[in-house]
């Protein structure tokens, strides 16, 4: 990763420059470590190098750990996985993730997950990659799964992540009209007993965590459900899914919390939208995401 030395930078050092964009101390630490680690116009440097106007930094990022260590999944073929890519630069790259694909494998998909998709990208590529997505998406819900190239630029993204400076947008089919047609939907959410994935609302207190979901009505299906666009505020699991059931008006065709459904085979559930501070920049990056055919054919556009 190369920065050109602005102004604003000239005449700190370089363990400064590093902290002022959130580079870990442990990354940093490897960053020494490291024969070309850390390079100025070209020239081996240390952290404590003071940087000048118009200087060119290089830092090296590249992983330790090699592919076949950390990807434990063998990579499958990119082209005939149904996946696309929404956007790439040096650092992040966004999957548009088809329904019926797992993020990670699991028992019963050892080969067809997107992690597998991935890999199989990347070793087309013939570049080292490490599985790193900043947001996961269940099996059947899909759109866009963002992914971090390296090290620092997962950790950066994990922090952007929990301050909710990444603003995650859905669109979902209920099985019923909402009212009001906008609003925010609060409540605790719990496991429920007897239960290792499903989902409750609950009183508060632990091991209940606070969930927050913004919704807004912006259509209706054929059959008169309604088509919402919707933010978790919070990023519980199952938080959609579990508000829009508390609401009365599960997600169509979910059938952990609601019913199935002969109009679709999964829950009615897009990742559409996902915005957030360049980490590495200082633009907004939006990534927009169409709802697949399954999804576009229950509604009027």
């Given at each position: 990763?190369?920065?050109?030395i602005?102004e ?6 370089i ?9 870990s101390?442990?990354i940093c630490i490897?960053?020494?470590t490291?024969?070309?680690?850390i390079?100025?116009?070209?020239e081996?440097?240390?952290?404590r190098?003071v940087l000048?106007?118009g200087d ?5 990022f590249e ?18 996985s149904?996946?696309s890519?929404?956007?790439e630069d040096?650092r992040?790259?966004?999957?548009d993730?088809?329904?019926?694909m797992?993020?990670h ?15 199989g ?7 080292p ?6 947001n ?5 819900t899909?759109?866009i799964?963002l ?15 929990i ?6 947008t859905?669109?979902a089919?209920?099985?019923g ?9 609060e ?5 429920k ?6 989902r ?10 606070f969930?927050s ?10 059959f008169?459900?309604a088509?919402?666009e ?6 519980r699991?199952h938080?959609?899914r579990v508000h ?5 008006c ?5 059938t ?12 009615a559930l897009?990742?559409s ?5 360049d ?8 990534i927009?995401s ?8 229950l509604?009027?556009?």
């Amino acid at each position: 990763m190369e920065y050109i030395i602005s102004e604003s930078d000239a005449g700190k050092d370089i363990k400064a420059f590093l902290r002022r964009r959130d580079i870990s101390r442990r990354i940093c630490i490897r960053l020494k470590t490291t024969e070309g680690g850390i390079l100025v116009n070209g020239e081996f440097a240390t952290v404590r190098q003071v940087l000048s106007e118009g200087d060119v930094l290089t830092l090296s990022f590249e992983d330790r750990e090699s592919a076949a260590n950390m990807n434990y999944a063998p990579p499958t073929d990119f082209e005939s996985s149904g996946v696309s890519i929404l956007y790439e630069d040096e650092r992040l790259i966004a999957f548009d993730k088809p329904p019926f694909m797992p993020t990670h494998i699991s028992r019963g998909h050892l080969d067809d997950s997107l992690l597998n998709a991935a890999s199989g990208l990347f070793k087309s590529r013939g570049v080292p990659f490490v599985f790193r997505p900043v947001n996961r998406l269940d099996r059947d819900t899909s759109g866009i799964v963002l992914c971090a190239k390296d090290q620092p630029a997962a950790s950066i993204m994990s922090k952007q992540l929990i301050a909710g400076k990444v603003e995650k947008t859905y669109l979902a089919v209920l099985d019923g009209i909402i009212e009001p047609s906008q609003g925010i939907i609060e409540s605790y959410i719990r496991r429920k007993g007897g239960s290792i994935i499903e989902r409750e609302s609950a009183e508060k207190g632990k091991p209940s965590e606070f969930a927050s979901t913004r919704y807004k009505t912006i259509g209706k299906s054929f059959f008169g459900g309604a088509v919402v666009e919707t933010e978790p505020i919070t990023g519980r699991t199952h938080q959609l899914r579990v508000h829009f059931k508390t609401a009365g008006c599960p997600i169509l065709g979910d059938t952990l919390y609601g019913a199935g459904s002969p109009l679709i085979e999964r829950q009615a559930l897009h990742a559409s939208k996902l915005s957030f501070p360049d980490p590495f920049g200082e633009n907004q990056i939006t990534i927009v995401s169409e709802p697949p055919p399954d999804i576009r054919r229950l509604y009027k556009e």
